[in-house]
């Protein structure tokens, strides 16, 4: 029950592209395709991401080659002017890099009405092949007919598949020069190729000679007695990919980097790569699990050091050793887990908190004066002039008015000092669509951004003053930028964590992405290690300065940063930084834990985030009367015992069972939100891939009949919380992120038991 495949449907106006996807036994993904190359995973025997590389397709020999059609999402001919007709629902899937081509065993084919595959003396047909049929089916055939009935109609070629796994290759057709006398033979590997792996087979035609490859290995020769059959009169039409003539015995499986050429290929062009890794970032840790390393392809390294509660101390970013930094992030923190100080390559930011830890104070380098806030006992800002309604509304500050409509939606703020205004419009679901920008008395728009969704929520397009960008998403990321003509303009990648970009290509070229403890974008370099942009915000995010050419959406705290609207996209709401304010209620409502339903991270934006807009809880919760240490080390003896074990780890936290902590009490309250962290906790403890954790805990929620309903909840194969609520999946996620970086080893190591942390 694992996602393999996602196609964008490409209307309205959107383009089509398929996501495929491969998986280790324990559910850590091994790739992902999108149509452009093939992103590969690498974990360490703790299930930890070390490694992400990009596969790339290395071109064919171009001597003599006649056709290229490399599965990426279209069977046009690379090479030449051969393209094809995908038909009976050819779908595609992860390559060898990028995509393949996806045969269904029942109909699926691709369709020539060129006269590419008629081919003379000299002949090549090159493919890889992955597939676990049994069966008698045609991988590619010249062939018109459905029976051989005489040498008028017979002229053909087949690459089979054998039923005994083994590929086989067929001619039959007039004999040279004769034209009358009747030859055929054929050749077939001796290893099978139905074992699921990828396998290159090589057909070559050398004058009498037929040779057949696997892997690069001649596994097969046959010479023709009179002469090889000549193939190149025959009517136009007839190559077809993935069945036989007349349709019969359909293919099953993928089929990629096909390529024909009119000369016979020598062994070492045949045995040449096709395909290559190119490493895009790298990961260590240290004996707790922490990050401890990171290197990119571009030779920057970033490395990570913590204090005894395992808070990040220092993020250094370098080209190497000895270099000058390109940027650090020097942290250190009070008693209770709250940042006081920044320092960067620009100088020392400082910080003070109230009693309930919001920010009162902040200073940066690039200000003049420090700035100042103060709240209400809810959690409003007093500061700057700020008003605020019963409803916890901002209608006005010193330099802003500001309008709602009756859902809460900030419809309008208008400049006090000159009357031009800013207007906000709404879907049915409070989804921001529009902003425009007027000067005042002018009824036409200076500036118009509009923005849509797809069915899970996600931003799909932007329009900006007639500039559209289109996007297409692996879960919450996304990994593919077009425009308006649907021409790609970009591809990220992304880390492990969300929120976490580590390249972006772009006309050509690629930079990487440096982030503080924050998640925060501060530099940006290129693929020699030179800084190609650079941002710096105060605390609030509010942009200070952004030297550079690089025009890229990722910002502050990682999020998207609309420039023409000055509002960054938080995925359920947009957030405004110099309002210190989301522009809509929190959906979630006061389970976000914020009384006033706008507040931006509660008012701590030094050490909290909310990637989603929906207000992640900040401390610990409390498990009275468990120990979560002797917990742990039943967790992980279970981790130990194999299926057994994970049959016995189930029984202890299913409904009911002894680690089903939120059953506590009848009404499920008291212990929830520690029973969703010990479950994330115990779950990385006996060795749970991260998405297996909460993957199933959503899975359980929608079969126990506990999900919550709506679009929001798309299940365990679409986008965080998978099925579960938003907060029972955070506080999964908050657990295991605790066990990963070594927090309960060093809880469970003290004799006395340590004060739970602020996050």
Aim: proline residues 6%; charged residues 20%; contains cysteine.
């Amino acid at each position: 029950n694992r996602l393999l495949n996602v196609t964008t449907a490409g209307s309205p106006n959107q383009p089509t592209v398929s996501l495929g996807y491969a998986y280790d036994q324990t559910g850590n993904r091994l790739t992902m395709a999108d149509g452009i190359k093939t992103t590969s995973y690498h974990y360490d025997p703790l299930n930890r991401l070390t490694g992400l590389g990009d596969g790339v397709t290395l071109p064919p020999p171009t001597a003599s080659l006649v056709a290229w059609w490399k599965g990426d999402g279209t069977a046009a001919d690379a090479q030449g002017t051969n393209p094809g007709t995908l038909q009976n629902g050819v779908s595609f899937a992860a390559g060898l890099a990028g995509q393949a081509f996806q045969f269904d065993g029942v109909d699926d084919a691709i369709g020539f009405t060129s006269t590419v595959g008629r081919f003379g003396f000299q002949a090549t047909v090159d493919l890889w092949i992955k597939t676990t049929s049994t069966r008698r089916e045609t991988i590619m055939s010249d062939r018109l007919t459905c029976t051989v009935t005489s040498p008028a109609n017979a002229a053909s070629w087949e690459l089979q598949l054998q039923p005994n796994g083994t590929a086989g290759f067929a001619v039959a057709g007039p004999d040279a020069g004769a034209g009358t006398t009747f030859v055929s033979g054929g050749v077939a590997t001796t290893q099978q190729v139905n074992d699921g792996q990828w396998h290159r087979l090589g057909v070559v035609r050398n004058g009498t000679e037929l040779r057949l490859y696997r892997d690069g290995q001649l596994e097969g020769f046959w010479n023709f007695i009179n002469g090889p059959p000549v193939l190149t009169s025959l009517p136009a039409g007839g190559l077809r990919i993935g069945t036989g003539g007349c349709g019969t015995n359909p293919f099953t499986g993928q089929l990629d980097e096909i390529t024909m050429a009119d000369r016979a290929w020598t062994v070492a062009e045949l045995q040449a790569p096709r395909t290559q890794e190119q490493p895009v970032a790298a990961w260590t840790y240290d004996a707790l699990s922490r990050r401890s390393a990171m290197t990119l392809s571009n030779g920057t390294q970033t490395t990570y050091s913590y204090d005894p509660a395992s808070q990040v101390t220092n993020i250094l970013h370098q080209l190497t050793a000895t270099s000058t930094p390109i940027n650090k992030a020097e942290y250190l923190y009070n008693g209770v887990g709250n940042r006081t100080s920044l320092t960067d390559r620009r100088g020392t930011q400082t910080f003070g908190y109230d009693a309930l830890d919001r920010l009162t104070s902040a200073s940066h380098p690039l200000l003049l004066d420090p700035q100042a806030f103060a709240y209400d006992p809810v959690g409003n800002r007093t500061t700057g002039g700020a008003v605020v309604n019963v409803g916890n509304q901002l209608t006005a500050d010193s330099n802003f008015g500001y309008q709602y409509d009756d859902n809460g939606n900030l419809i309008k703020k208008t400049l006090l000092a000159t009357g031009n205004y800013t207007q906000y419009t709404y879907d049915a679901e409070n989804r921001l669509t529009q902003v425009q920008e007027f000067a005042a008395g002018n009824p036409t728009a200076i500036m118009t951004s509009s923005y849509r969704y797809d069915g899970l929520g996600r931003r799909i397009e932007k329009v900006a003053n007639g500039q559209t960008k289109r996007y297409v998403y692996d879960g919450e990321d996304i990994v593919l930028e077009y425009d308006g003509a649907n021409v790609l303009q970009a591809r990220y990648t992304h880390g492990p964590g969300i929120d976490e970009p580590i390249a972006v290509t772009k006309a050509g070229s690629t930079f990487y992405y440096h982030q503080d403890g924050l998640g925060t974008v501060t530099e940006l370099t290129d693929i020699n290690g030179a800084v190609a942009k650079a941002y710096a915000y105060d605390a609030y995010g509010n942009l200070l300065e952004s030297p550079g050419t690089v025009e890229q959406p990722y910002t502050y705290t990682g999020r998207e940063f609309d420039s023409e609207a000055g509002l960054y996209y938080y995925r359920a709401r947009y957030y405004d930084s110099g309002m210190g304010r989301f522009l809509q209620k929190d959906p979630i409502g006061f389970n976000g834990l914020d009384l006033t339903l706008y507040a931006y991270v509660r008012n701590n934006p030094v050490i909290l985030i909310d990637p989603l807009g929906l207000v992640p809880p900040p401390v610990r919760p409390s498990g009275k009367g468990t120990d979560i240490c002797e917990n742990i080390k039943e967790a992980k003896f279970l981790g130990s015992l194999g299926i057994w074990g994970e049959m016995a780890f189930y029984d202890k936290v299913k409904s009911e069972g002894p680690w089903d902590l939120k059953r506590r009490d009848p009404d499920h309250k008291k212990f929830e939100d520690f029973g969703n962290y010990h479950f994330g906790v115990m779950a990385r403890a006996a060795g749970w891939a991260p998405g297996t954790a909460v993957r199933g805990a959503g899975a359980y929620s929608i079969l126990s009949g506990e999900s919550p309903e709506g679009s929001s909840w798309p299940g365990p194969f679409g986008k965080p919380p998978y099925g579960d609520g938003f907060f029972d999946h955070a506080w999964i996620v908050e657990g295991m992120k605790d066990f990963d970086s070594g927090y309960w080893e060093l809880q469970c190591s003290q004799p006395c038991p340590l004060t739970p942390k602020r996050r």
